[in-house]
């Protein structure tokens, strides 16, 4: 059994910090498309790294940053749509019983287009903002807010099943996705 070691620094630009783990995700979903790697523990550190990242993100970085005017609301909230989308196909690969299926191989395809997505408009519209238009030791505020929330939710495994199913129920509820009965 692989143990995945996340990295929990405790400082550091928000910016450099964000985008270290952006490339964690990448290099995780890479060995959830790897018959000879250890998928299940694969896809427990990808489900913890990933709510603890974007949970992290919508309260601790994106508020301040429009506060800050660097990126408008409008970003903000496509931002925590494109989290609730991911979270949803975060879900649907937790609830696949195996992971040598076809099923296992579509959900991870499926996540890893909406995460790639996210990942790219993220890093265009609002680190980009982030990095010109707020000043270094706001980045080093924002780095140490989002670590604390970040670490301490990796602490409490924020990847489980029922926290991540409670999490899309809630979106569904926000109108961050459609409401339940609404789709197909
Ligand atoms: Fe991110
Ligand atoms: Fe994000």
Redesign the pocket.
């Known amino acids: 059994m692989t143990t995945y070691d996340i990295p929990r620094p405790t400082e550091g630009d928000v910016v450099d910090l964000?985008?270290e783990?952006?490339r964690l995700?990448e290099a995780l979903l890479r060995d959830l498309r790897d018959v000879t790697a250890d998928r299940e523990a694969a896809r427990a550190a990808l489900a913890t790294a990933l709510i603890a990242?974007?949970e992290a993100?919508e309260s601790k970085v994106y508020t301040q940053l429009n506060r800050k005017r660097a990126i408008t609301k409008g970003e903000a909230e496509h931002?925590e749509e494109e989290h609730a989308e991911g979270n949803e196909k975060l879900l649907a690969l937790l609830e696949c019983k195996g992971t040598d299926t076809q099923k296992f191989d579509d959900a991870v395809e499926e996540l890893a287009t909406a995460l790639n997505h996210?990942?790219g408009e993220?890093?265009q519209t609002?680190?980009n903002p982030a990095k010109t238009d707020v000043s270094e030791q706001v980045r080093q505020d924002l780095g140490a807010a989002w670590l604390a929330m970040r670490n301490q939710l990796l602490d409490e495994d924020a990847g489980r099943i029922d926290n991540v199913r409670a999490i899309v129920a809630r979106a569904h509820r926000e109108g961050l996705l459609p409401a339940e009965d609404e789709e197909k």
Do not use: R
Request: aromatic share 6%.
């Open positions: 964000i985008l783990d952006h995700f990242h974007g993100e931002g996210h990942i993220e890093e609002i680190l």
